[in-house]
Every structure is written in C-alpha cells, then in structure tokens.
C-alpha cells in the first residue's frame, strides 16, 4: 500500500501531503504506508494488556535513535523493501572501484530528517532514497546535492524528470512513480466511459437500478484525489516552468480553468454523484462489495478488490481534455556533505539508472519505473500500464514549501461547495487565503 493510502486517508488535509510519496512499494503492505488506513490511526490502542504493560524505555530509545554512517567509502541509505535491491549492485560497485560499501536500512519514514541532521554532522549516507516531494526540505536544509543526468535524462519519463527538477535544478534519479486511476466495475460499467458527464450518468443509473450503493467511490473532500477534474478543465494548483519546477507566485486554483472546476463540483454535489460522506474505507467497502462501477484510488487499494472484475484505466475526458493526477516520484539522491562524492555519483548514474536494477525495484516494490525502457518492459501487466496510462498526463506532487499552505484552504472551499455555497467564490476564497499565506 502506498503513502497516498495512509496520508489522505484522515483529516486535515493541511498536515497531508508534507511527507508524501514515501514507504515501501508492496501493493498491499507498505512500509510508510503498511498500516491500515483509519481516521484514528495515531490514536490506536494496544491490542492486548500485555502489549500495553510492555516497558517502553529501552526499546523506545532505540527506535528513535538516529542512524550512524558505517564504516565504508560509500554509504547508501534504503528503506527494507529496497536495501536487499540495491546491496548486489553496491557490492559489484565496490569491487569495480576497490571501495568499500556499505548499504545501510533506515525506515523510509525518517530518512529525510536523518539527512538533514546526521548528514551535517558528518554520521549521514553519501546516497540516498527518497520521495522528490522531499525537496523542499531538503534544499532549504542544504543537504541535497544537485546532480546532472546529462544524456541519460532523455531516458526517463517525463513526469519523473519533472518531480526532481527544483527551482531550474535537477536532485535526484527517479526509479518509481505513482498516482491514481480509475478502478471501473466491469459488471456494472462494462465500457469505459469517455468523459466525466458519461461516468456520472453511469454511476447514477447504477444507484437508480438498484445495483449500486453509491454512484462513485470517491473520497471527498479531498483536492489531491480531485485534482484530475482540475486539470482537466485546465486549472492547477501552481503555474510550472519549462522543466517543471513550481512557481510560488503563480496560483492557479482561481484561474478561468480552476473556477471551471469549481463549477463541474459544484454541479457533481449538487447531482448527487460525489458525496462529502465518502471516504477512503466507505470507498473501499463499496467497490469491493461490488456497490459501486467506479473507484477513484490507486494500486494501494487493489488488494481490497479481488472479488470484483475490475480494470485500471485513465480518467475520462474532461470538457474534452485530457486529466492530469498528482504524481509522486521516487528516486536516488546525492547527499552534499557525501564524504565521496565521485563515486556516489557515479553509483547512482551508471548503476541504479541500469533497465536491471529498475526492473529489480519494480519487482520489489510494485511501483512502475521511472526509466523509460524500464517501463515499457513492464505494461504487459493491465495495472501497470492503466495506471500508467493514467498518469501520462499527470502532474508532479509539488515539493516547493508554499504547498503546505494549500491543503486546508482548498478542502475547506470543497467543503464550502458541497454545504451549497457558490462554487466560483469558494476557490476564489482559497486562492486568496493562500496568497495570503504564502506572501505573493
């Protein structure tokens, strides 16, 4: 399961999307995202009495203690679904060079933190893995490196070389990306539908007939999983350069394309397609109960259905465009206090941009590649190729830190429109809260 499974599961939307993108890739246990989601899942109890009793002392000192640089020329920092990955090809590395290597397993979820304070102190890894949408931390703490692709950026899909390129810069090797699709009920949609005005009146006759609960399985009020009507009708959340890098100053919630938005929202609520009481487990429930034709999720979510025949596909057409989900990439980073520099360069170049270990990463993780050959080696499987499909036109998760200020804002003008509000006042609302916020 993903991050996206576990972050957009609960509320507020403000906190959501700061740690993005992270976790192990298994489509159904995650490490950053292998909890089950629930809007109370900081609040769980132990389980039993003994868990409970359980001293905390020791062990808890141990979990939060920071990792120490080993002792090895090159350091590689992996979370445990990819540090077995990568330990062959540091080890054929090593023995190219005559260097010693050293691949080191940190739990994903404090990878970044641990850079930004070891790497300083001289403890951190001379390579990295992580989430682009991590950069923003990253760079602002100086601990990232810029790193040229050169030639080989032509290589990659251009989703992934936009997730890592940071105000005009490039900082990482993409290897996986991920976003939603549409999961469609082949029993109750047996056909694609081709625009949005053709999957609501789909799903409102399925509920009409009697075979569906609700008409879409959709969690609300969400702008990550709505961001595909946004762009579709031609809005976005922040303007893009040329190498898709964000810019601040350019918020484009209340653009001509995002008021349109507004207005498709506005007109779905008021329909009766999209409902503010469905969330991420109300979603669940219905498309694997074969309760509703459609789902709007991701490859987190599949192992949920494996008693409905379903197929991932990308998202209809929008006022006859074509949608763009949110991306999130991953990849290899370079730390700048890297005690060898060349070699972690070169490591991360000429070993993990390799079709071999891509391709190994993707066994592993379940998350299509970012190198292009890669990729294509790999949609002979109908997930990965409709997930595919249905990020071609995606969007990379914002990594700038004005992002953080966007969340709330937006959730509450979704909130707004669905309580009956205007829906062209409630972005123009967010968009200025946001300015505000932010300072342009």
């Known amino acids: 399961m993903s991050n996206y499974r576990k972050w957009f599961a609960a509320l507020p939307a403000a906190a959501l999307i700061l740690t993005a993108c992270g976790g192990a890739d ?24 003994a868990e409970a009793e359980e001293p905390e002392g020791d062990a808890e000192e141990e979990e939060e203690a920071a990792p120490v640089r080993a002792d090895a020329d090159l350091v590689i920092w992996a979370d445990d679904t990819r540090a077995p990955v990568i330990t062959p090809f540091a080890e054929a590395f090593g023995e190219e060079q005559g260097i010693t290597v050293a691949v080191q397993e940190v739990p994903f979820d404090t990878i970044r933190d641990n850079v930004s304070i070891q790497g300083p102190a001289g403890q951190g890894p001379d390579v990295f893995i992580g989430a682009h949408d991590w950069l923003g931390q990253l760079v602002s703490d100086g601990v990232v490196a810029p790193l040229d692709l050169a030639g080989a950026s032509d290589a990659y899909l251009d989703v992934a070389l936009q997730a890592f390129a940071f105000d005009g810069t490039n900082y990482g090797l993409p290897y996986s990306i991920e976003n939603i699709g549409l999961v469609r009920n082949t029993e109750l949609a047996p056909e694609a539908p081709a625009t949005l005005d053709e999957m609501i009146e789909v ?13 879409v399985g959709w969690q609300q009020n969400d702008p990550f999983h709505n961001y595909w009507v946004v762009t579709g009708a031609g809005g976005y959340v922040f303007g893009q350069q040329d190498d898709g890098s964000y810019v601040a100053d ?34 669940i429930d219905a498309f694997a109960s074969g309760r509703t034709p459609f789902a709007v999720t991701g490859p987190w979510a599949l192992a949920e259905f494996s008693d409905v025949d379903y197929v991932v596909e990308p998202f209809p057409s929008v006022d006859g465009n074509e949608p763009g989900p949110f991306v999130g990439v991953q990849g290899f ?69 004005e992002m953080g200020s966007v969340w709330e804002a937006w959730t509450n003008a979704y909130t707004n ?3 009956g509000n205007d829906p062209d006042a409630a972005f123009q609302e967010a968009a200025d809260q946001i300015r505000e916020l932010i300072g342009t």
């Open 26 to 49: 298994e489509p159904a246990e995650e490490a950053d995202a292998s909890e089950e989601p629930t809007e109370t899942e900081e609040a769980e109890e132990p389980e039993d009495d």
């Open 203 to 215: 799903g409102l006759a399925s509920v009409e007939a009697g075979d569906a609960d609700i008409p």
């Open 250 to 283: 350019d918020i484009g919630i209340d653009s001509e394309g995002g008021l349109r938005a507004a207005e498709l929202f506005g007109e779905m609520y008021d329909q009766g397609f999209v409902n503010p009481d469905v969330t991420y487990d109300v979603m």
């Open 333 to 401: 980073m370079v730390s700048s206090f890297a005690e060898n520099e060349l070699a972690a360069r070169t490591f991360v170049l000429d070993f993990m941009g390799a079709e071999d270990a891509q391709l190994e990463l993707f066994e592993a993780g379940g998350r299509p590649p970012a190198l292009t050959s890669a990729y294509e080696q790999v949609q002979d499987d109908p997930v990965v190729a409709g997930f595919g499909a249905a990020g071609e036109d995606g969007r990379p998760m914002p990594a700038i830190s």
């Open 417 to 419: 429109i669905n309580s």
